[in-house]
């Protein structure tokens, strides 16, 4: 059938557009970010990449087949219309009137009883039928235009910024000191210096499944545009982040040291930024300047931050400032005295905390995607999961911005 020739060409090509936009949008998003491609991105990256390597395979025969049938029906045409000129050659041109007289002479003309003239007349008034798309709506394709639209925030400021480390188990330690050596002036010479043991403890780390599953029909896989088996696992692998991020960002908040004075809606620009030295201060003692600083701040509290540091950048500023049009669906914001600023979604409505990475750990170990077939009930499951697990090593090295 042509028809289904035709239709199928066009779903094959439609994919193949939907699998290379896919891909344009991994890349890009990594881009955007200034990293390379995730282990779970290339993944999915790798899998459109085959499948579109199948269906360049079934569409090269479909489009020659399409070429050898348009050529031929358009031969049939030719030969059509030469075989109507030679019954009738008054049909080998359209019939037109140059004048209003020309038109009124064959009328005369064919009221006598001349042949070609009333030919002239029947070729020229002859009535078209009008035929609408609506008349053939059985073979108008209805397309799928673009990919689908999922408003998800897929990204992790805050486990981006600690950096997952590798688990190498599902339970380890950490080794932590938690006393010093002592070092100490002499009292007098040939006195005895002073001496202080150093003790090491543990910190024992467990982690914690994360994933969901799906069971998609075989049915809605085979016909599904765009393919729905890859928005299932990319859905599937972005609330699995904003999970991950959701859980940080309670761990952190829950396990960071409260402070006088707090940032609210009513501080100013000059408040925000004593309280956020108090934190860098208290954040050092507790770490004696191991690791980096991080604001990480809730969605709604950059409506009291981000006004107070408006992005015209003048000299004497403690902030470059803060745009919402270039940082909008980005995890960092600016950076408020050279502290870097994110807004995750995982954290609480209200809260703001400084984040000493070198007090905070995070480890990762991705399982990613697992498909299972299930022949009875023409199915196919689908899992994505990993293992995670954020550590607060160094209590003090969080700071809590808010009441």
Known sequence: MPGANDAMLARLQSELEDRRRFQDQLVESAQEQSRDLSAQEMELYQRAQGRMVELEGQLLPLRESLRIASESSKRSSELQHAFEVAR????????????????????????LGHEDARNRLELYTRAAAHQLSSDNLGVIPEPVVGSVLNFIDAARPIVTALGPRPAPGGRFIRPKVTQHTDVAVQSTEKSELVSQKMTITEVNVAMATYGGYVNVSRQNIDWSMPQILDIVVNDLAAQYAIETEGVTAVAATAGATAQTPVI??????????????????????????????????????????????????????????????????????????????????????????????GGVEVYEQRIGSLQVTEPSVLGVQIAYAGYFKPVIVLTGSIIKLTA
């Open 264 to 357: 609210t809606a009513a501080s100013t620009a000059a408040e925000v930024n004593a309280a956020i030295w108090k934190a860098a201060g208290a954040v050092y003692t507790a770490t004696q300047g191991v690791g980096g600083l991080l604001l990480a701040v809730a969605p709604d509290m950059m409506g009291a931050i981000g006004p107070l540091f408006p992005g015209v950048n003048p000299t004497n500023a403690v902030s470059t400032g803060f745009n919402a049009g270039s940082s909008f669906g980005n995890g960092p914001q600016g950076s408020i005295s050279g502290i870097t600023v994110v807004m995750s979604n995982g954290m609480a409505a209200g809260k703001a905390i400084m984040i000493g990475t």
């Open 88 to 111: 009738d050659p008054a049909r080998s041109t359209p019939v037109e009137y140059r004048t209003a007289g020309e038109y009124i002479l064959d009328h005369w003309r064919g009221s």
